[in-house]
């Protein structure tokens, strides 16, 4: 029985895995300690045709040799880690005045290897980075459990259960801890008869206790092509947008999409497609892509619009991300997702879609296909297996027990 449950303890932390790295100087003194999950989402050239990878840093992952301690103001710290055939992802850190940050997050990954990037047209190495994306206050542990996307050209880099600290005085993460702006978002929204759902600002402490808004109301959307109906979509959708504030502060926006108020246009070819949604003031278009070599269709970009409170700095809101790479099925089926998905399209905004089923290009009389079932609804039918094997095997075992000890009991009798 205990090794049944070790194993299935395995298999959920194997489901939600995090890593943990050190980095020390000449004398072994720990000056950077960093706990966290990255996954990656890279898009490469095969034959012509745009590719899409997904993978995990590995446990298996290794503190390179060029990580530092850094030297005075001659040179500042620095965690880079090695996995695969030849990938590293480097976090170089710097201070100024009372906090500390990571400056520059660079990815470096090899399109030979063709583990991960199977029939690359290109065997190069590719070099992405981006700019300060992790700030915390010296002498306190950066702390992040929700996720945090960073967008990098034709890589998307996503951390999450991140405990991270470097400048470490005692070889041990501080007491004191910095939050990030996405754990600390408290929303105090209003189930009224108002679609809009405007939010309370970031505290600057601890966050406020929150309450979960509503799901979206579930809305059936189509767009008709040349050969009929070429999008096919049942889903609730929510805009979810943080801002600053006149005063500095940060907002959170919440928009629920109510279907008979929401207009559909779109439009759609041999290889591609548009799905435009629009209520009120606030528009989300989901591009969708078609990979002819696997006979695959994908969420390839969305692109949001919209108009803040009037509290922000910048009422006019508009971002886009071209390389989401989500909701994949075969072609002929459909994609259902009864979790909900978050698409990051950018550090500031997420679109949340609840109870989706999509299908695109090939849909037989407006009906869907085959249903092709998300990951999260996989692993959550998945852990009530691993409990209920787990339970049963412990019943197994009480019985056998049982009956051996019954067995034993009466072999201590002789007939008179």
């Known amino acids: 029985m205990a090794r049944g449950l070790l194993a299935a303890a ?20 720990i000056c950077i ?13 095969n034959h012509g045709q745009k590719e899409f990878v997904h993978f995990v840093l590995p446990q298996n992952a290794t503190v390179d040799s060029q990580s530092s301690c850094g030297k005075d103001n001659a040179s500042h710290p620095v965690l880079v880690l090695d996995f695969g055939a ?20 660079l990815f470096h990954y090899n399109l030979s290897d063709a583990t991960l990037f199977p029939n690359s047209t290109t065997g190069d190495m590719k070099t992405v980075s981006h700019k300060s994306i992790i700030q915390a206050h010296m002498g306190t542990k950066y702390r992040c459990i929700n996720s945090k996307q960073v967008n990098m050209k034709s890589v998307n880099v996503t951390f999450s259960n991140v405990t991270l ?7 041990t993460f501080s007491v004191n801890k910095t939050e990030c ?4 978002v408290s929303t105090t929204t209003v189930v009224s008869t108002t679609p809009k759902q405007t939010t309370s600002q970031v505290p600057t402490t601890s966050p406020a206790p ?36 006149k005063d500095e ?20 070819n041999s290889t591609s497609a548009l799905l435009n949604l629009t209520f009120e003031k606030t528009r989300v278009i989901f591009q969708f892509a078609l990979n002819a070599s696997a006979e695959k269709f994908f969420l390839q970009g969305v692109n949001v619009s919209t108009t803040l409170p009037s509290e922000a700095k910048n009422p006019n809101f508009e971002a ?22 978050n698409l990051q399209v950018t550090d500031e905004a997420l679109v949340n879609v609840f109870n989706v089923q999509i299908q695109v290009f090939k849909i037989d009389g407006d009906k869907f296909g085959p249903v092709e079932e998300c990951q999260q609804d996989e692993n959550n039918m998945l852990i009530p297996i691993i409990v209920g094997a787990a339970l049963a095997g412990l019943v197994l075992i009480v019985l056998i027990a049982y009956l051996i000890g019954r067995k034993r009991s009466h072999a201590g009798y002789q007939t008179i």
């Open 165 to 171: 600290e470097a400048y470490l005085t005692n070889g």
């Open 33 to 45: 300690i960093a706990d966290l999950t990255v996954a990656f989402s890279v898009e490469y050239k």
């Open 249 to 268: 502060k940060m907002g959170l926006d919440l928009l629920n999409f109510i279907p008979h108020n929401t207009s559909v246009s779109g439009r759609c």
């Open 320 to 341: 886009s991300n071209n390389s989401v790479s989500g909701l994949r099925a075969t072609v002929g089926n459909s994609y259902k997702c009864n979790s909900e998905e």
């Open 10 to 29: 395995a298999l959920l932390g194997f489901l939600q895995a995090s890593s943990s790295f050190e980095v020390k100087d000449s004398s072994g003194r």
């Open 210 to 245: 929150t309450s979960s808004p509503p799901n979206p109301a579930v809305g059936k959307y189509n767009v008709t092509g040349p050969n009929g109906t070429c999008v096919l979509a049942y889903m609730g959708l929510q805009l979810n947008i943080t801002y600053p504030k």
């Open 181 to 184: 702006a996405e754990d600390m």
């Open 86 to 105: 030849g990938h590293s992802l480097s976090l170089n850190f710097s201070e100024s005045a009372d906090k500390y940050q990571v400056e520059e997050l």
